[in-house]
């Protein structure tokens, strides 16, 4: 109870809350009038919106207070005011002088220039601080390299670069750093397809996927982790997060699974590779189908019409090893209440296939541009949502109350507000990283010691290329992984005669995996914390599961017509993947006899025509190999029959 007097609290960061609207307001309207003119151009909208995200990180950090939680109210609302106006300065200076910088000034720049485009550097190094530290790291040591090069021995010595080249390379140059291409594609074209995520968030597609896969666990005990798989496949083309999906399709089905007899770090295991999927699973792709298509100079749809097939390959290996761990512990349905899955999730569910179905079209069957495919998707999506609730709202609410009508809309702002700021950010970090290893030569000198470690021969580079990438990972997003690691693999493995999109694949791959690396893993601890199991229980399970991403690896080397075209080669090589997979997962999770060693010579057996099937030169003895796997396979169903009868 309060003492008599005392003052009513006041509602902290309240302010703030009503400037973060505003400010995502701005940069929703300033974006969208951009994808239909374009006025300006891509450098100009990041000149005048990288700023504004900056704004935007700070409000939303200060409105949760998670901006400084150490420090007290008044100081946090001082250094989010001093943060805002830096941000505007540097809005103002840089759009203003836009032109006399790329032009007049361009090699030339004033101290004015340097100063305000380093304020806006250090902005975006705070941010990489706060939520990316490690490759906030990263970032300073590759500028302390390029300046201090002549002070490292062996061939990675370099002259050194001086501090107003950084600053210029990081700023105003505009070709790299803060401003440059990549912030510029997550603004334009992945915005673009956050538009169309956010859309389907704030109107409750997503929660539509969960509903439905709920009830689909209430089937049967069977149902229940293969739920988990399910309802990460779908909600994974949303977020493209695998700690995103994690969160929200996990807190369900992990209990869930607990509950109906599955073991706890089976449990956070299933849901771990299930989510990790999500980094796979198109059109997102966890950003990297964006990077891709950027490094490759192909189209965006390019790189989604190969992805399918991949992320496809990995579910149906999870789902394989999922249904032989429920066989072995489940004993019942229990934890997830029924779900009753109305008319509204139903037409909620046609829009999500609507959605899928119509950037495919568009993109494929009528080569529209992707950016502009997503924008019609976008409003012809936005209409119909937004008619729908209209209307059942009205209908349930005759009421005055603006709140409900607005609340999916403000949604709609923030999502794609957060979303896309904190994306651009990262990018821009990853920039400044970008830019700071090719100006000291890093890739060159990478490629030189991959090729002499690998001796030129192309197993011994894929696993050099593995090692160095997996490494990363376990620092590093799967983002900057795969543009490290393509950026240091793709020369040494074109010199000898490897496919570009085989290359960018398998770095792909790698950054995936990355996301799994023990002992670093964000997916790992967020489901081993809802189920409260070992960490490093969860992830070495998880890391059987996920077994697929080394099919996946291996692969798209032997089978490159997986990726190199999009096509009934591609189809082929996919259904040879997906039976490899399968057989792996039934060699790890499955038994075939009592006694171990019949047991281990089985399970030997089966992994080694799977082994055939995925690796094999000869289509025709893969092919065959698939024989005796569904003997194995038909064999175990067989024996696991007669054990329930």
Same mark, same amino acid.
Request: proline share 5%.
């Given at each position: ?474 620092? &590093?997003?799967? *983002?900057? =992984?795969?543009? $490290?690691?393509?950026?240091?693999? +793709?020369?040494?493995?074109? @010199?000898? #005669? ?77 259904? &040879?993947?997906? *039976?490899? =997979?399968?057989? $792996?997962?039934?060699?790890?999770? +499955?038994?075939?006899?009592? @006694?171990? #060693? ?48």
């Amino acid at each position: 109870m309060s003492s008599p007097g005392a003052q009513p609290a006041p509602q902290p960061y309240a302010l703030s809350r009503v400037l973060f609207f505003l400010f995502a307001l701005f940069f929703f309207v300033y974006l969208f009038r951009y994808y239909f003119t374009g006025v300006g151009g891509p450098t100009y909208l990041a000149v005048i919106l990288v700023p504004v995200t900056f704004i935007l990180f700070t409000l939303d950090a200060l409105r949760n207070n998670d901006l400084y939680p150490r420090l007290g109210s008044t100081t946090n609302n001082i250094i989010a005011g001093v943060y805002i106006a830096l941000s505007i300065v540097a809005l103002l200076y840089i759009g203003i002088e836009f032109e006399e910088i790329g032009t007049v000034r361009a090699g030339v720049w004033s101290t004015t220039d340097l100063v305000v485009g380093g304020l806006m550097v250090c902005l975006v190094m705070e941010y990489t601080r706060k939520r990316h530290f490690p490759l906030f790291i990263l970032n300073v040591f590759l500028i302390l390299y390029a300046i201090y090069g002549w002070i490292v021995p062996g061939m990675f010595r370099h002259p050194g670069v001086d501090w107003g080249r950084i600053l210029s390379s990081m700023s105003v140059e505009m070709a790299t750093g803060v401003f440059s291409r990549l912030p510029q594609l997550a603004l334009t074209l992945i915005g673009s397809f956050i538009l169309v995520l956010s859309v389907l968030r704030a109107f409750g597609c997503v929660n539509s996927i969960i509903n439905t896969a709920s009830r689909l666990a209430n089937k049967s005990a069977h149902a229940l982790p293969q739920a988990a798989v399910l309802g990460s496949m779908g909600v994974g083309t949303v977020t493209g997060s695998g700690a995103a999906n994690a969160i929200t399709i996990g807190s369900a089905t992990i209990p869930a699974m607990i509950a109906s007899g599955i073991p706890r770090v089976n449990a956070s295991a299933i849901e771990t590779s299930a989510s990790l999927g999500s980094q796979l699973m198109p059109p997102v792709m966890g950003i990297s189908a964006f990077l891709m298509a950027e490094f490759l100079g192909k189209s965006y749809f390019d790189v989604v019409a190969r992805g399918y097939a991949p992320a496809l390959i990995y579910y149906a290996g999870v789902s394989a090893g999922v249904y032989l761990i429920s066989v072995r512990y489940q004993t019942g349905i229990a934890g997830i209440p029924v779900v009753k899955t109305g008319i509204l999730d139903k037409i909620n569910l046609l829009i999500y296939s609507g959605v899928i179905a119509g950037l495919i079209l568009l993109m494929g069957v009528a080569q529209v541009v992707p950016m502009l495919a997503a924008l019609r998707v976008f409003v012809a999506v936005g209409i119909v949502v937004s008619v729908i609730f209209m209307l059942t709202t009205l209908r349930s609410r005759p009421s005055r109350d603006l709140r409900p009508l607005a609340a999916p809309f403000l949604r709609f702002i923030d999502h794609f507000a957060t979303m896309t700021s904190d994306l651009t950010l990262l990018l821009s970090t990853l920039s400044i990283m970008t830019g700071v290893i090719v100006i000291t030569g890093v890739t060159t000198k990478m490629g030189f010691l991959l090729m002499e470690a690998a001796g030129f021969h192309l197993v011994a580079m894929i696993l050099v290329a593995f090692f160095f990438g997996a490494l990363l990972g376990t620092g &590093l997003p799967p *983002a900057p =992984t795969y543009i $490290i690691t393509a950026l240091v693999i +793709a020369p040494a493995m074109t @010199k000898v #005669g490897v496919e570009p999109w085989v290359i960018h694949f398998f770095a792909f791959f790698v950054a995936v995996w990355g996301e799994l690396t023990p002992p670093t893993s964000v997916v790992a601890a967020v489901t081993a914390k809802i189920a409260d199991a070992p960490f490093m229980g969860t992830l070495f399970r998880g890391i059987q599961l996920c077994s697929v991403l080394f099919v996946l690896m291996g692969g798209v080397f032997a089978r490159p017509e997986l990726v190199i075209e999009p096509g009934m080669a591609q189809v082929g090589a996919m259904f &040879l993947l997906m *039976a490899g =997979t399968v057989g $792996i997962q039934f060699s790890i999770q +499955a038994e075939y006899s009592n @006694k171990r #060693g019949r047991d281990v010579v089985a399970r030997i057996a089966l992994a080694g025509f799977s082994l055939i099937v995925v690796f094999h030169p000869s289509t025709f003895l893969a092919t065959m190999a698939i024989i005796p796997i569904g003997g194995f396979v038909g064999y175990w169903f067989v024996k696991q029959r007669k054990n329930l009868s």
